[in-house]
């Protein structure tokens, strides 16, 4: 079939395919065909990023014979290579290094491509490829001679533009103050790397194929962070610790009313949280054994408060009407020196957008992650901490808004609460008939009715109730008639069962008593989650009303709480709407996913800051409707609408009227926001 | 001859002209006709830069009379403007608060154009107008509002947008973290900064015209900086002092060896030099009573080992051959703080490009300030310092090289030599019969041979003889036969003049003796003058070869040499090649107003980069005829090369042959470059 001086040669999965002269290199060829194989190092054999694999046989379809002998020896860069980092895995060739001579069928493997997929999304959307902002060149530069006075910088860009084809790039100072010195001891070869195809941002002596990016999610409690390779997409490091701002106030308007107490007090919290993100950088790069100046690129999300901090901007103008942002763009292109960021002094730094006063970057990185924005399912979004942020919308259109649930999901405010640690009761169940509880505790594997329990709880004890044990023991109580669907504890059930105990003029459910404690669910207790799930509800009841719809398709939980609660006694308290309960689903950390496709990946940069300038802001504070909606969604699970999708799982009780609750909801106070 | 409804006006020097309904404000009419009139504030009465004058009288040409009451009277605005600022001068009106009520011929002043001229250049090619990177603009931003959650970043680009039609403005953070506080301060008005019209750079509250930039030319021996005015161009203060790198070394060579033996001492040298400048700027602004933060921008010249350290960039590459930049491109737009200056920290520097190892930002910015490029002319631009820096061409072609004088024409290597000072010889005679001299000091109006003399040097004395009166007295002293053309002192004088004087086996001649001290010029005088001017003429002869021509039409001196020699003296002795003495001038300090130029207008920095990079390059040091050059430039004026022009000016002595100073001449060292 193939001529003797010629050897056609078909790429997978691109299905390229053509026809080169007996002796190219496989690298070369792919690049002739435009097909994706990554390299820094220039086709050197240096780097290892080319590989490729051979397919071996007949492939009738392609019309060509592919054989092991098709291509080249193992030439001695391959085995060069192979003494530096070990042997190539499953036979694969470094293409740079391989020569064809003859027909053959290539693959590319993923980890080979420039632009392989970063983020499994759902099948309906496209994937986002691969695309950081920071890349790596190798370049071998010529030396400097007298009778051609162009300087070491002149001789670099002329060997980027032959080599890579990079023209017009500018420079940061401190690569021309680096540069001499690199060129030398790199005898001649350097590795820049370049910032948005157009900057050079660092450089460095020889070839250096480490590049990384930090992509951190700064929450009020916590901040997570991620260290990525930026080459390859792969998280080489994940850590998290408490915000250490925690100490000028548990939540954001006790941190907002410290700065507006405390003159610079904004400017020692930025200090607080960027000294704990430096810590936590050095925690990264010590795991995954990455230097610090390989930290070329770092992305942030954080509410709109955090966000500021972060970014140096003081916050006070969101402790107050009318909310105004400093800015709704993202923060693009900052110098991590700009932060004192213990990362290259000459890394970038991109915060994404903050959509309104209430709806910050975390939201955005939640959209982003999550891009209700592709496709034609009407998608709800929530992500509850101390405010809920609440995202609805489809393609066509996305509404957004916060409301303020307050911290009683997080079991702050509840008697017996406590945040999610070992001793903190997380599942509850009651038995309708005898009212008798059983539970489950953080840090053991045993139901409370089962043997070895008790034993089992020794070490720790057990201390309270958590965010999700809370929410369950509230549907269990309802479910088996304890409280009535406006919230009453049955003082009349205390003739049936030593669990429903008088507590002042209301009456109480004795979760658990031991010597040490009584974890009980007092009529408090019930009122704050009662409080907390309206202002969830109603937010969202806003946004569908404001679409026009009365049904979402599919309901995702972010963050920490949305992971651990079951979505079955959510929707039973009426957190959420109605919906198929096989479609509510957590998404995880959302927001800090978001960072991470942001770090890698320009285009969704680009993407997030056009979605959310088409996000409508709905304001739960200023619409009137918000109170109505509130009032109705004190009931459980709401004062009028149905819960169809979900009385297919759960027996709901008959409805009994107690007209009090609805006199008591109206009366509630206005929480702070935040 | 005017309808009652419109006006006809005519504004000058424009020429151009249109009709506007009775009561249009004159700016508003000069923006429709496309008139350059400033403006800071918008037309709000506050910045005062739309001054016009109103001609009076009948204007045939223009079909006009024009009367003080075809405009309106003067308004609240202008007479509170005059309140806060003083009287409008010469009748001058705000033409944003003045209407047009009948038919006027308006002139716009230059103070009053954005585009006015900076730097009279020659005749011949254009002049550069005024168009400074960094410009201000005072806006007025709507109040935020809940239900239109824009931030206050939006809503000042959307002010700027419309009322300035800048769009698509990048911002620095340092903006976004000061906008919320400035805009609630000024009460919704606000002046920005913004460079190059796509990067809002700075943000005070309320109105503010003050933007300065800083111009500086970074010498071995002594910095020089002017404060500029951005927005008139008028240079508000001008200092200089010594450079302190000094103290590592009087000149570069010795300056580099430091580095080469001090670890970090470049980083050294790189301190000082940056506190030297803090202290300049501070003197500077304290001088014009200008805020250090209104310093916006700063532009830099310096030899190629000033500018690099200047810039934070090691020159011990500079050190030895092959004599490699780090960069020839510009520095552009470096922050200010990442060289600690302690200017507006947004502010951006500027350095222009150097030119190859020897040939500095100084020389681009001469070649700027004198745009040999511009002209058909041939000119010949040199600057001499330690190296003389030198440049020929016109529009055509443009050649440069560096050639090492030494340190001679500074007075540095003659016995009785010393810096140009109070009690420094500068001018010098010699009776060619009687061998007398008569001589001006520094610090002295009076000849040496007037009455009062000797009282006037009373307080200081005579010290020493500085760069001029070297150049003087050693051509006296040819032109008076005291010398031959090979520079050999006559010996046989002595018999005729006590001046005459035996030293070791050559003779001196005696300028000056009194009572503290003898001031002689020796035989190793002579010859160290030799060796620095026919380096320079060998030099200007190489690129005159390159050229291909044997004559000049113009020569600039640049620098403090060229501002203080006697060109009929320097053209005597050889140093520059025969031309008509009135075509040779100073050219003054060239390389500080190319930096100052390149302050005020972004249009000669593309100019000068595009022009730095077709100088073509010439390396003396590697040139085989550079050395026949030098040889035949120890005689003075020169070996064979006549001066034709300069015989109309001055007797040059019949030619006596001597041999040996050929000889001694070849037998130079090369001595250190820089």
Redesign the interface.
């Known amino acids: 079939m193939s001529d003797a001086h010629e050897a056609l040669v078909v790429f997978t999965p691109s299905g390229r395919r053509g026809r080169f002269p007996v002796g190219t290199p496989v690298l070369e060829a792919a690049r002739a065909l435009g097909v994706d194989i990554d390299s820094v190092c220039g086709g050197r054999g240096l780097c290892g990023r080319c590989q490729v694999d051979l397919c071996e046989g007949r492939f009738a379809k392609h019309g060509v014979s592919s054989w092991p002998d098709h291509l080249s020896a193992k030439s001695d860069t391959e085995q060069a290579w192979e003494k530096r980092r070990g042997p190539l895995r499953d036979g694969r060739r470094l293409s740079c290094s391989t020569l064809l001579l003859g027909d053959a069928v290539i693959d590319v493997p993923p980890a080979s491509q420039v632009h392989r997929q970063i983020v499994r999304k759902r099948a309906e959307v496209l994937d986002i490829a691969l695309d950081p902002i920071v890349r790596l060149y190798y370049v071998e530069v010529q030396e400097?001679?007298?009778?051609v006075?162009?300087?070491?910088?002149?001789r670099l860009k002329e060997a980027l533009a032959h080599e890579w084809r990079l023209t017009g790039l500018?420079?940061d100072?401190r690569v021309?103050?680096q540069?001499?010195?690199a060129l030398r001891r790199g005898g001649w070869g350097v590795t820049v790397a370049v910032h948005d195809d157009r900057r050079l941002i660092a450089v460095w002596p020889g070839f250096q194929a480490q590049a990384y990016g930090l992509a951190v999610d700064v929450g009020s409690t916590t901040i997570a962070a991620h260290l990525c390779h930026l080459q390859t997409g792969e998280v080489v490091a994940s850590t998290g610790r408490m915000n250490p701002q925690i100490r000028y106030g548990e939540d954001l308007m006790s941190r907002v009313s410290y700065i507006m107490m405390h003159p610079s007090g904004d400017q020692a919290m930025t200090r607080s949280v960027r000294d704990a993100l430096n810590e936590l950088t050095v925690e990264l790069a010590t795991e995954a054994d990455v230097p610090l100046d390989a930290i070329l690129e770092a992305t942030f999300v954080g509410n709109p408060i955090m966000q500021s901090l972060v970014?140096?901007?003081?916050p006070?103008?969101l402790g107050g009407?009318?909310?105004?942002?400093?800015?709704?763009?993202a923060?693009?292109?900052?110098w991590a020196t700009?932060m004192d960021l213990a990362i290259h002094p000459n890394a970038r730094v991109y915060g994404l957008p903050?959509i309104?006063?209430h709806v910050g970057a975390d939201t955005a990185g939640m959209i982003l992650s999550e891009s209700p924005y592709l496709g034609e399912e009407l998608m709800l979004l929530v992500d509850v901490g101390t405010n809920a942020e609440i995202v609805l919308g489809n393609r066509h259109r996305l509404l957004a808004c916060s409301s303020p649930t307050g911290p009683a999901f997080e079991g702050a405010q509840i008697s017996g609460g406590q945040r999610a640690a070992a001793g903190a009761i997380e599942r509850v169940r009651i038995d309708p008939l005898t009212l008798e509880p059983r539970f489950k505790v953080i840090g053991g594997e045993l139901w409370s009715d089962e043997p070895g329990f008790d034993a089992a709880m020794a070490s720790h004890g057990i201390t309270g109730i958590c965010g999700s044990g809370i929410i369950e023991v509230v549907a269990e109580m309802y479910l088996a008639g304890v409280i009535t669907r406006d919230g009453i504890v049955q003082g009349g059930l205390a003739a049936r069962s030593e669990r429903i105990v008088a507590d002042g003029r209301t009456f109480a459910y004795v979760l658990h008593r031991d010597a040490t404690r009584t974890i009980a669910i007092t009529q408090a207790d019930i009122r704050a989650i009662q409080l907390a799930k309206a202002a969830l509800y109603a937010g969202i009841r806003l946004l569908m009303e404001h679409f026009g719809t009365d049904r979402v398709d599919r309901i995702r939980l972010a963050g920490a709480f949305g992971a651990h609660i079951d979505v079955k006694y959510a929707m039973t308290l009426g957190l959420i709407p109605d919906c198929d309960l096989a479609h509510v689903t957590s998404a995880g950390n959302a927001a800090g996913t978001g960072a991470r496709i942001a770090l890698l990946s320009r285009k969704a940069r680009r993407e997030i800051e056009e979605v959310v300038r088409r996000v409508e802001?709905v304001?739960t504070?200023?619409e009137p409707r918000f109170q109505e909606h509130f009032v109705a969604a004190m009931a459980i699970p709401h004062r009028h609408d149905p819960f169809p999708q979900l009385s297919a799982h759960v027996t709901l009780p008959a409805v009994t009227e107690d007209a009090s609750a609805t006199a008591r909801g109206g009366r509630r106070r206005r929480r702070q926001r935040a």
């Open positions: 400097p001679d007298m009778h006075p162009a300087s070491d910088m002149r500018e420079t100072i021309v103050q540069l001499q010195q970014f140096g901007i003081n006070v103008e009407a009318p909310f105004a942002l400093a800015t709704d763009e923060i693009d292109g900052l700009e903050c309104a006063g802001k304001e504070a200023t």
